[in-house]
Structure formats: structure tokens, C-alpha cells
């Protein structure tokens, strides 16, 4: 099956910096890319994805490449705030077909802090 | 009910006793699925259903069982909870396996 491993685990950057999280995967099958956003006791919440027929897409400070011959993903936060602390989440599937249809493996998540 | 819903919120529970954790959607998403979330290991898939009336198993699937009877319920059973089940539930869902997740609030249980 999928294996996504995530780093760094941890962190911390001043406010005004930027932040890179990388993810790898190993089933070159995969071809959905979703990174997730979790606040101190709530759910986790989609803040961009990438699909494989896309190297780069942005969502105005946000940013997700995805280098699919390397495996591997990463999200980058330009001009951190301190409301961007949270614990971040990649995760890989297969859009359709194959036994991994619609399953999202997760990273083991990255614990963003932004000092003021 | 607004998006997805997930009872009971928190729970500790005696081991060896069975409990249901239950989700609700009203987003007639057809996918649905269950994560445990551990620090450190991030969110792993215990159980997931493509459509009502199929179940399948994920990541970590021992000790748990689901039941799709229609597309808006999926609960998730612990047949004879062990302390190992300590864990914070996510139920999930999803349109179809194209589109990214709807989490539920979550529920954390505790195995005592």
C-alpha cells in the first residue's frame, strides 16, 4: 500500500517568514494530493490539493508543488502569521481505479508554530 | 444537520465493553471513512465505504466493524474495547474518491 512520510515533525518560524512542509510517497499510482489543516481540538480542514496533471498551483499565500517523477509534494506558506500555527497533513491517493481508489494515506503531520 | 456529524463527542469506556461511534451526513456524499488520529502517527484508515451497502477495510482494522445500510450513516463498532482503542475517531466523507474530505468534529474516546 501508500506510504507518505512528512517533514520536518516540527516548525517554528517568525512571522513574515516562509514556512515548507515536504511529503514523499512511494505508490506511484497515486495522483491526489491534498494538505490539511488542523487547529488545537478540531477537525482537520482541506486548505489546497494538487492533482498529478499540475506541477504547481497557489491559493494566495499558499503554494503546492508536486514533483511526481521524484515522489514528492511539498506545501509552502509565504508571509506566515501566527493564525497559521496548526498541525499540518499531506496525504496521497489514487483518484480512481486500483485498490487505493479514494483512500487517503496521511503524513504523520507537522506541527507549525508561528512566533509574533 | 449541517455538513457532517459525529456523537457521542468524547467517551471513556470500560475495557471488554462495546460501543458505537456514530456519523451522520447530510452532503449525500456517497464515500465515507473512519481515522484514528494518534500523536505522531498522524491519521490511519480503519475502516472506509465506497457507496451504501459496501464496506472495506483500511490501515488498521482489528477490533472494529462498520455498517453502511444507507448513504447518510456509518457508524463504527468496538466490539470489546481494548486500551489500545484510546484514540481521538474521525469520521470522513467524501463525494466520490475524486474530491477531498469532510471531517466530522471527532470523538475522543478513552479505554480505561
Known amino acids: 500500500g501508500e506510504n507518505v512520510e512528512q517533514h520536518p515533525s516540527t516548525l517554528s518560524v517568525q512571522e513574515g517568514d516562509s514556512a515548507v512542509i515536504k511529503c514523499t510517497y512511494s505508490?506511484?499510482?497515486?495522483?491526489?494530493f491534498p494538505w490539511y489543516k488542523q487547529e488545537l481540538g478540531k477537525r482537520p480542514q482541506l486548505i489546497i490539493d494538487i492533482r498529478s496533471n499540475v506541477g504547481e498551483k497557489k491559493d494566495q499565500r499558499i503554494a503546492v508543488t508536486l514533483n511526481k517523477t521524484a515522489k514528492h509534494f511539498s506545501l509552502h506558506i509565504t508571509e506566515t502569521q501566527p493564525e497559521d500555527s496548526a498541525v499540518y497533513f499531506c496525504a496521497a491517493s489514487q483518484e480512481a481505479g486500483g485498490t487505493s481508489y479514494g483512500k487517503l494515506t496521511f503524513g504523520q503531520g507537522t506541527i507549525l508554530t508561528v512566533h509574533p | 444537520i449541517a455538513g457532517i456529524t459525529q456523537a457521542p463527542t468524547s467517551q471513556i469506556l470500560a475495557a471488554g465493553r462495546r460501543m458505537t461511534l456514530r456519523c451522520t451526513q447530510d452532503?449525500?456524499?456517497?464515500?465515507m471513512y473512519w481515522y484514528r488520529q494518534d500523536l505522531g502517527l498522524g491519521l490511519r484508515l480503519i475502516h472506509y465505504s465506497n457507496t451504501a451497502g459496501t464496506t472495506g477495510k483500511g490501515e488498521v482494522p482489528d477490533g472494529y466493524s462498520v455498517s453502511r445500510a444507507n448513504t447518510d450513516d456509518f457508524p463504527l463498532t468496538l466490539a470489546s474495547a481494548v486500551p489500545s482503542q484510546t484514540s481521538v475517531y474521525f469520521c470522513?466523507?467524501?463525494?466520490?474518491?475524486?474530491?477531498?474530505?469532510?471531517f466530522g468534529s471527532g470523538t475522543r474516546l478513552t479505554v480505561v
Open positions: 470522513a466523507s467524501s463525494r466520490d474518491g475524486n474530491y477531498g474530505y469532510t
Open positions: 452532503m449525500r456524499h456517497n464515500a
Open positions: 505508490d506511484s499510482a497515486s495522483n491526489y
